[in-house]
């Protein structure tokens, strides 16, 4: 079974950081864009930051100088170091990769579970 398996999110005081962390695992033999998103209670999805293979990366203007994204292709890991937290950015962030599998060999978009971030003021 194909997953993306994000951790590290949790609650930190205004102006705290945290590292989230993601992992494809499965039947997994390719991995391109990857990235994270964040969705509210009754909110859409929204893009917090997103990077290519090749590390090119795009970000939200609300996290920008604040937030990082890197991968490790070799792990098929994505990850984003937030610094500078505010109370906003509470949310539930979603790790993002489209993938390339045995079942899907053209590659399909596959979502996390989810990590909550609260962030406290």
């Known amino acids: 079974q194909v997953q993306l398996v994000e951790f590290g999110g949790g609650l930190v005081q205004a102006g705290g950081s945290l590292r989230l962390t993601c992992a494809a695992s499965?039947?997994?033999?390719?991995?391109?864009?990857m990235g994270w998103y964040r969705q509210g209670a009754g909110t859409q999805r929204e893009l917090v930051a997103r990077?290519?293979?090749?590390?090119?990366?795009k970000y939200s203007d609300s996290v920008k100088g604040r937030f990082t994204i890197s991968r490790d292709n070799a792990m098929n890991s994505v990850y984003l170091q937030m610094n500078s937290l505010k109370p906003e950015d509470t949310d539930v962030y979603h790790c993002y990769g489209y993938l390339l599998t045995d079942g899907r060999p053209s590659g399909g978009d596959y979502w996390g579970q989810g990590t909550r971030v609260t962030v406290s003021s």
């Open positions: 990077i290519t293979r090749n590390g090119g990366t």
């Open positions: 499965g039947d997994v033999f390719g991995v391109e864009d």
